[in-house]
């Protein structure tokens, strides 16, 4: 297990990271994402967490699927074009 660990190669992600992670996933425990997400803060790294109160190991909630995909596009354009950039228009 501890092989197939993302929190085993931390200090390999030099990329930004997008966690996300429902609070009642029967399989991972919250715990464990949370705990990736601190240790890539305390190393300095970007990364943006998304914690589901109300959804297991999957999204199943549209409410949930829009806000993902949503925060997942901002991310992804902030990320490559950068935050000093304006958004384009649309």
Do not use: C
């Amino acid at each position: 297990m501890l092989k197939l660990s993302p929190i085993t190669y931390v200090d390999r992600i030099k990329a930004p990271l997008m966690v996300i992670h429902g609070a009642r996933d029967p399989r991972v425990p919250v715990t464990e994402a949370e705990q990736l997400v601190e240790a890539l803060r305390s190393r300095g790294r970007e990364v943006r967490y998304i914690r589901l109160e109300d959804e297991g190991h999957r999204i199943s909630k549209v409410r949930n699927r829009v806000r993902v995909y949503t925060e997942a596009v901002e991310f992804i354009y902030s990320s490559l074009i950068g935050e000093s950039h304006s958004q384009p228009s649309g």
